[in-house]
């Protein structure tokens, strides 16, 4: 840089700037977002906690459910060590499942062709200069001695043949990668946040209106026989899920009794009712309290257990899980405690004395389902493309041949009422409308419901009036 005459207080002084920096070196949004409800489409009002799993960028919150990751590119993701990476972060927000989703952060690549630009030259060939211009810095590899910068003086489109302004300093191999620090973050990414399940209960009763008396109903038969997914298909009456006039696009609600641990995208396949049987002999403990999230966990004794084996987690159906074992130890024996490799995540915490049951499964049953719509970790309610094969409830194996495959107790979205009339469908969310049936006899009542997602539990009487 030149230097200017500075004059302050009847003193002249020569300052010189420093260079400003490149920009792929100076601060940027990497990654732009907006978070959004699932079921309505509109953006989030709520406050957001964006947790970012990769240090060195930092997020800033906007409103209406805007965020974007701040940081330095070229300084914290060296494009010549990673020209295309990922952050990874996680959205939470009141009344939302926690959202994970992965950020692709891509550079400006480009790579030399021959002839190979040798030391003291001033020119070379690209495999395409579309976007550059005079006085863009690019970054030449490979990456080590002879990585260098160089500015851009001329660009001939014709030919793909750039001139810097000076010469190189080192020799390049045709092939090598050449990155223009013409930054600029990706497009703004919708993220569609599922809310927290809710579960719907109720009484079903007969009134009699000529003696003015009403009664429970036992062993009423209540289902969800249709639904719709969006606000936007209630409004403008798109035929239901499970009643599309075209087969090929019906979808079809199924209840896990745990989470999804990992992403799933649609086409992923599940096998139908598959036996998961326990072996009451060989119950195991928790020797040490075990966090969500967790891949291991210590059990009070590793009888029975094989790397490939599934085990059982608690018996309370609020914390149950299966997991499948991925590393046992070799030394001590037998019956002395034991930390396990889990394929997953554990979806729930686990306390110190809850009980592990060793699963003998049986081979999946030749019936796969295919998910209609991608599956995120923390879903509760999956979409698949046919109910058949499956039991009212069971068991049942995801798989898509990608992740660890995992293992769920299901139900269908139907029940029966109790001795008193009481009913409890299993958990839900992701829709927006559900069509219930209750049949109880000769009687039928059917109702449309907008499940009033934020509450815990959404009330729903059946009465049938005779």
Same mark, same amino acid.
């Given at each position: 840089?030149?230097?200017?005459?500075?004059?302050?207080?009847?003193?002249?002084?020569?300052?010189?700037?420093?260079?400003?920096?490149?920009?792929?070196?100076?601060?940027?949004? @990497? $990654?732009?977002?907006?978070? +959004?409800?699932?079921?309505?489409?509109?953006?989030?009002?709520?406050?957001?906690?964006?947790?970012?799993?990769?240090?060195?960028?930092?997020?800033?919150?906007?409103?209406?459910?805007?965020?974007?990751?701040?940081?330095?590119?070229?300084?914290?993701?060296?494009?010549?060590?990673?020209? &295309?990476?990922?952050?990874? !972060?996680?959205?939470?927000?009141?009344?939302?499942?926690?959202?994970?989703?992965?950020?692709?952060?891509?550079?400006?690549?480009?790579? *030399?062709?021959? =002839?190979?630009?040798?030391?003291? #030259?001033? @020119?070379?060939?690209?495999?395409?200069?579309?976007?550059?211009?005079?006085?863009?810095?690019?970054?030449?590899?490979?990456?080590?001695?002879? +990585?260098?910068?160089?500015?851009?003086?001329?660009?001939?489109?014709?030919?793909?043949?750039?001139?810097?302004?000076?010469?190189?300093?080192?020799?390049?191999? &045709?092939?090598?990668? !050449?990155?223009?620090?013409?930054?600029?973050?990706?497009? @703004?990414?919708?993220?569609?946040?599922?809310?927290?399940?809710?579960? *719907?209960?109720? +009484?079903?009763?007969?009134?009699?209106? $000529?003696?003015?008396?009403?009664?429970? &109903?036992?062993?009423?038969? *209540?289902?969800?026989?249709?639904?719709?997914?969006?606000?936007?298909?209630? +409004?403008?009456?798109?035929?239901?899920? @499970?009643?599309?006039?075209?087969?090929?696009?019906?979808?079809?609600?199924?209840?896990?009794?745990?989470?999804?641990?990992?992403?799933?995208?649609?086409?992923?396949?599940?096998?139908?009712?598959?036996?998961?049987?326990?072996?009451?002999?060989?119950?195991?403990?928790?020797?040490?309290?075990?966090?969500?999230?967790?891949?291991?966990?210590?059990?009070?004794?590793?009888?029975?257990?094989?790397?490939?084996?599934?085990?059982?987690?608690? !018996?309370?159906?609020?914390?149950?899980?299966?997991?499948?074992?991925?590393?046992?130890?070799?030394?001590?024996?037998?019956?002395?405690?034991?930390?396990?490799?889990?394929?997953?995540?554990?979806?729930?915490?686990?306390? #110190?004395?809850?009980?592990?049951?060793? *699963?003998?499964?049986?081979?999946?049953? =030749?019936?796969?389902?295919?998910?209609?719509?991608?599956?995120?970790?923390?879903?509760?309610?999956?979409?698949?493309?046919?109910?058949?094969?499956?039991?009212?409830?069971?068991?049942?194996?995801?798989?898509?041949?990608?992740?660890?495959?995992?293992?769920?107790?299901?139900?269908?979205?139907?029940?029966?009422?109790?001795?008193?009339?009481?009913?409890?469908? =299993?958990?839900?969310?992701? !829709?927006?409308?559900?069509?219930?049936?209750?049949?109880?006899?000769?009687?039928?009542?059917?109702?449309?419901?907008?499940?009033?997602?934020?509450?815990?539990?959404?009330?729903?009487?059946?009465?049938?009036?005779?």
């Amino acid at each position: 840089m030149s230097a200017i005459s500075v004059v302050a207080n009847n003193l002249e002084f020569n300052f010189v700037a420093d260079a400003p920096p490149r920009l792929g070196e100076r601060w940027w949004a @990497m $990654a732009i977002a907006q978070a +959004r409800d699932e079921i309505t489409d509109e953006p989030l009002q709520s406050a957001l906690t964006i947790i970012v799993h990769r240090q060195g960028v930092l997020s800033k919150a906007g409103a209406d459910g805007t965020f974007c990751l701040v940081g330095r590119p070229w300084l914290r993701f060296p494009p010549l060590l990673a020209p &295309v990476t990922q952050i990874e !972060v996680t959205v939470e927000a009141q009344g939302y499942l926690p959202y994970r989703h992965a950020f692709d952060v891509q550079f400006d690549q480009r790579v *030399i062709v021959a =002839p190979a630009p040798l030391s003291g #030259t001033s @020119m070379m060939k690209l495999n395409a200069v579309t976007g550059l211009a005079a006085g863009d810095t690019l970054l030449l590899g490979p990456a080590g001695a002879n +990585r260098e910068y160089a500015q851009i003086a001329t660009i001939n489109a014709a030919t793909n043949e750039v001139t810097i302004a000076g010469r190189l300093l080192h020799n390049h191999v &045709v092939g090598a990668f !050449v990155y223009s620090d013409n930054f600029a973050p990706a497009p @703004m990414v919708d993220l569609h946040l599922r809310h927290v399940p809710l579960v *719907i209960n109720g +009484r079903v009763v007969r009134r009699n209106t $000529a003696l003015n008396t009403t009664a429970p &109903v036992a062993a009423a038969s *209540i289902a969800v026989t249709d639904f719709w997914r969006t606000q936007q298909a209630v +409004r403008t009456h798109q035929p239901g899920a @499970m009643t599309n006039v075209n087969p090929a696009l019906r979808s079809f609600a199924i209840a896990l009794a745990s989470a999804v641990s990992v992403e799933r995208v649609a086409g992923a396949t599940f096998a139908g009712s598959m036996p998961l049987p326990g072996t009451p002999a060989m119950v195991k403990h928790v020797m040490a309290a075990a966090d969500e999230g967790s891949r291991r966990v210590t059990l009070s004794d590793r009888i029975g257990l094989a790397i490939g084996g599934i085990v059982q987690l608690d !018996v309370d159906p609020e914390r149950a899980e299966f997991q499948t074992i991925t590393g046992v130890p070799a030394l001590g024996g037998l019956n002395e405690p034991a930390r396990v490799d889990l394929a997953l995540p554990l979806v729930y915490a686990h306390e #110190t004395g809850a009980p592990v049951e060793r *699963i003998n499964a049986a081979a999946p049953t =030749p019936a796969p389902r295919a998910f209609k719509d991608g599956a995120k970790a923390g879903d509760r309610t999956i979409f698949v493309d046919s109910p058949a094969g499956l039991a009212s409830q069971g068991t049942l194996r995801i798989t898509d041949g990608v992740a660890p495959d995992e293992y769920h107790a299901f139900a269908r979205y139907e029940t029966q009422s109790d001795s008193d009339g009481y009913f409890r469908l =299993p958990p839900l969310h992701r !829709v927006a409308q559900v069509h219930i049936t209750a049949t109880a006899g000769a009687d039928v009542q059917e109702a449309d419901l907008q499940p009033r997602y934020g509450d815990a539990e959404h009330r729903l009487d059946i009465v049938f009036v005779v």
